[in-house]
């Protein structure tokens, strides 16, 4: 109960909440995932297409960079050309954007 009169603001908790690929404020990287040398913002892979911009003509560096550790954690896994690398963990925190 707060003596002063001003009404406590309520927090509301938030849990993170899983996604293929996202942007916009921090993003928390394991370093061997962070450091994997086959994977960088301006990598390349024909499977990227699926996610080209119509107005760039190329996809967001975030969503091959996302994309390309999915591809290297299915051959890690001996996964072969499945995309559903669902070792891969991305997601938001709501509460943090």
């Not at 109960?1 to 001003?6: A, L, M, T, V, W």
């Not at 040398?37 to 301006?42: A, E, G, Q």
């Not at 994309?67 to 925190?93: D, F, H, P, T």
Request: hydrophobic share 25%; proline share 4%; with cysteine.
């Amino acid at each position: 109960n707060n003596s002063s009169g001003e009404e406590e603001e309520e927090v509301q908790q938030y849990q993170p909440v899983p996604v293929r690929s996202c942007f916009n404020g921090l993003t928390l990287y394991r370093a061997d995932v962070w450091l994997e040398p086959k994977c960088r913002y301006d990598s390349y892979h024909k499977d990227d297409d699926a996610y080209l911009s119509k107005r760039y003509q190329h996809a967001c560096e975030h969503i091959v960079f996302h994309e390309c550790l999915r591809r290297v954690l299915l051959e890690k896994e001996g996964g072969g050309s499945s995309s559903s690398g669902e070792g891969l963990n991305i997601a938001v925190q709501p509460d943090m954007t």
